[in-house]
């Protein structure tokens, strides 16, 4: 978890009065290196605002993969990988993602009909 904006704050200010790192980190019981890091950054950009996350965008079009599946009921998971430049596990979590399944059942065969 990240650290609050309102104790960075604070160790910037205790820095700024003229108090060490050192003093820093055992005043607030924080890491030397937290403390030099935030400090650099600080001296950098003026800010001690986290980065955004950045996600990446998803490789597979859900929408399209939902198209293909319909267009291919019977097509393996490698086939379908092919056809969206990835690999059959990516495929798989896709389909789960969007809650298609792929297992057929089986049809019922002759011997397993009850007598009437």
Not at 23 to 43: C, D, M, P, R
Not at 86 to 103: F, Y
Request: with cysteine; aromatic share 6%.
């Amino acid at each position: 978890m990240a650290y609050s904006k309102d104790l960075k704050k604070k160790v910037m200010e205790y820095l700024q009065k003229g108090n060490s790192q050192r003093s820093a980190e055992k005043v607030f019981g924080i890491n030397l290196s937290t403390v030099n890091e935030w400090h650099q950054k600080y001296q950098r950009t003026g800010s001690l605002e986290n980065k955004p996350p950045v996600r990446k965008p998803k490789k597979i079009d859900p929408e399209k993969l939902k198209e293909y599946i319909a267009a291919h009921p019977d097509a393996y998971l490698t086939e379908i990988g092919e056809a969206f430049n990835c690999n059959e596990s990516a495929i798989r979590k896709a389909l789960k993602r969007l809650g298609i399944t792929r297992k057929k059942r089986r049809s019922v065969t002759a011997s397993k009909i009850p007598n009437k």
